[in-house]
């Protein structure tokens, strides 16, 4: 069984996938999966003028800081009186970062160096079963 995510981790998966539509990471699933979380934590919050406010600022302005410093505070306190609504959103969370690992596990990242001595990091996504760059080969498993 896998630990519990803490608030400041859901709030961020929430904020990412919902606010940020994913940051790359996640499928339309994913996103929807996001976008349910943050409902769910604002919905909370409904009539909490403090942290309505928190949550509108994190999301206008697509802050991280707003949200570590003013959101997860208050969502570590609903999480601590609410166990219900503490184990619902840590299994929405862990939903979508079982996503997040999941798909991780298909990305590559190449580091190529030119005959100008020059690198490129190349970040992307094997889609074929086998894989040619320059003279080295690889075999998706």
């Given at each position: 069984m896998?630990?519990?995510?803490?608030a400041?981790?859901?709030?961020?998966?929430?904020?990412?996938g919902?606010i940020?539509?994913?940051?790359?990471?996640?499928?339309?699933?994913?996103?929807?999966?996001?976008k349910?979380?943050?409902?769910k934590?604002?919905?909370?919050?409904?009539?909490?003028?403090?942290?309505?406010?928190?949550l509108?600022d994190?999301?206008?302005?697509?802050?991280p800081e707003?949200?570590q410093?003013e959101?997860?505070?208050?969502?570590?306190?609903?999480?601590?009186k609410?166990p219900?609504?503490?184990?619902?959103?840590?299994?929405?969370?862990?939903?979508?970062n079982?996503?997040?690992q999941?798909?991780?596990?298909?990305?590559?990242?190449?580091?190529?160096?030119?005959?100008?001595?020059?690198?490129?990091?190349?970040i992307?996504?094997?889609?074929?079963?086998?894989?040619n760059?320059?003279?080295?080969?690889?075999?998706?498993?």
């Open positions: 896998t630990e519990p995510l803490t400041a981790a859901i709030a961020l998966l929430a904020f990412e919902a940020k539509a994913g940051a790359g990471k996640l499928t339309e699933a994913g996103i929807n999966q996001a349910l979380l943050w409902e934590i604002v919905a909370k919050f409904k009539g909490n003028s403090i942290a309505e406010e928190a509108a994190a999301a206008e302005q697509q802050s707003i949200l410093e959101v997860v505070p208050l969502l570590k306190v609903a999480m601590r609410d219900e609504f503490a184990r619902e959103i840590q299994n929405i969370a862990q939903q979508i079982q996503e997040i999941e798909g991780s596990e298909d990305n590559i990242h190449v580091t190529a160096t030119s005959r100008d001595q020059s690198k490129q990091n190349v992307g996504k094997a889609e074929a079963q086998t894989l760059l320059g003279d080295t080969y690889y075999e998706k498993k």
